[in-house]
């Protein structure tokens, strides 16, 4: 069989010119333009975070209310920041990604689904 770009060869869909589409390109960038930025923000805040725990004893050590001081304040926000981006990123992928990958998935159903039928036709 080879490398064969004929969907026939290698089944009803070929990936292969799916994946070089238009519309999967723009998937692909849509979700990029969102993933890479927020997990180097997210990133970044966590390593702040960690060398100021390391090297920041003093101000880590602050108190801000009570018993709470800047660290613990800033490690619980650890978790705020971790649903936060988690809720961001369901509410973007709701509203962006999964219309985009509908259209794609719609077209490989419909490619499936013309292959099975030329399949009982023969």
């Known amino acids: 069989m080879g490398n064969s770009t004929h969907a026939s060869a290698a089944g009803p869909v070929d990936f292969v010119a799916e994946q070089n589409s238009e519309e999967f390109q723009k998937l692909r960038k849509s979700h990029r333009n969102f993933v890479f930025p927020v997990a180097i923000g997210f ?19 602050i108190k801000v209310w009570g018993n709470f001081n800047v660290g613990l304040i800033l490690g619980l926000l650890q978790f705020v920041t971790t649903f936060g981006i988690t809720t ?3 509410t973007y992928a709701n509203r962006k ?8 998935r719609e077209r490989l159903e419909k490619q499936i689904d013309s292959a099975n039928k030329t399949k009982e036709e023969v």
């Not at 990133?43 to 050590?61: G, K, N």
């Not at 990604?97 to 794609?104: F, M, N, R």
């Open 43 to 61: 990133l970044v805040w966590y390593f702040a975070y960690v060398l100021l725990a390391a090297y920041a004893h003093d101000f880590m050590s």
């Open 88 to 90: 961001w990123y369901v």
């Open 97 to 104: 990604l999964d219309p985009q990958a509908a259209v794609i």
